[in-house]
């Protein structure tokens, strides 16, 4: 089933001014449950500005976004909000956790932002924790743990909600290689359970991971691999090329 449609998505910001950008000229693509997309580009081709679409964080100008059969574009603010609490999970690159909260309780804040009972949360945490492998630092704080770990608590609050897309922004971009493996392989984990995600990245090796890959430029799909058969090296190879084509300017 397609859970995200994008049709010729434009986005202008200051549209009234004598210099108006368009950081999106025309996007059209979809995600079926349970994919798992990457989204790369040079600085500037528009891949945030993509991304707080799809968050339900700004609108599109022209076009339709529909997400789970919700049109991005009929939610007032408030309900936009409500949206992203109830059906979007986030991981950002700096993790982005309160430091005041225990990595528990910052795990349960959407919940508790949702006013679910304690019990829910008590049944939803369990699996999580289990695989995302946290049980020695649940009970810690978030200024007491790696990087990594904390990436993982971020990831647990991101899945707790039960989200329709988890949508993560350079989620190793702040982690060493050997950490960033280790999210990496968590987020194939969490995909192989049926979630779907959004990725942007700089990365080539964390793109590597996605079973497809979206090359914006100049606010426009440039081009789309899929990793198919490919060794998670020889796709690696395939999405830097990719990036070096682009950068070039190459058609
Ligand atoms: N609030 C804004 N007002 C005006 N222009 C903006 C605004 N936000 C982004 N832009 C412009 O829109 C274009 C796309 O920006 P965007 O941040 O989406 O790119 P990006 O691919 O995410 O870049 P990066 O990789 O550096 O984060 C750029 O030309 C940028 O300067």
Avoid: W
């Amino acid at each position: 089933m397609t859970l995200l449609n994008l049709q010729h998505v434009q986005r202008v910001y200051n549209p009234n001014s004598a210099n108006p950008v368009m950081a999106l000229k025309d996007i059209t693509f979809k995600v079926e449950e349970g994919e798992y997309v990457a989204i790369m580009g040079e600085s500037g081709a528009g891949k945030s500005t993509l991304l707080n679409i799809i968050a339900t964080l700004e609108q599109a100008t022209n076009g339709q976004a529909i997400l789970n059969g919700q049109d991005l574009r009929q939610l007032s603010k408030d309900d936009a909000a409500r949206y992203r609490r109830e059906h979007l999970g986030f991981v950002f690159q700096h993790f982005n956790l309160l430091d005041s909260l225990s990595n528990r309780d910052n795990v349960y804040l959407p919940l508790v932002l949702a006013k679910a009972p304690v019990a829910t949360m008590e049944e939803r945490i369990k699996p999580l924790i289990d695989r995302l492998r946290i049980n020695k630092i649940i009970d810690r704080f978030p200024s007491e743990i790696s990087g990594g770990q904390q990436q993982r608590i971020a990831i647990a609050r991101a899945l707790i909600t039960h989200p329709d897309l988890l949508l993560a922004d350079e989620p190793t971009g702040a982690l060493d290689s050997n950490t960033s493996n280790e999210i990496l392989e968590l987020f194939d984990e969490v995909n192989a359970n049926g979630q779907t995600i959004i990725m942007v990245t700089h990365s080539a090796a964390a793109a590597s991971h996605a079973k497809r890959t979206l090359f914006i430029k100049d606010g426009r799909i440039y081009h789309e691999l899929y990793r198919g058969d490919l060794s998670l090296k020889d796709y690696q190879q395939q999405i830097s090329q990719t990036m070096m084509t682009l950068t070039n300017g190459g058609e």
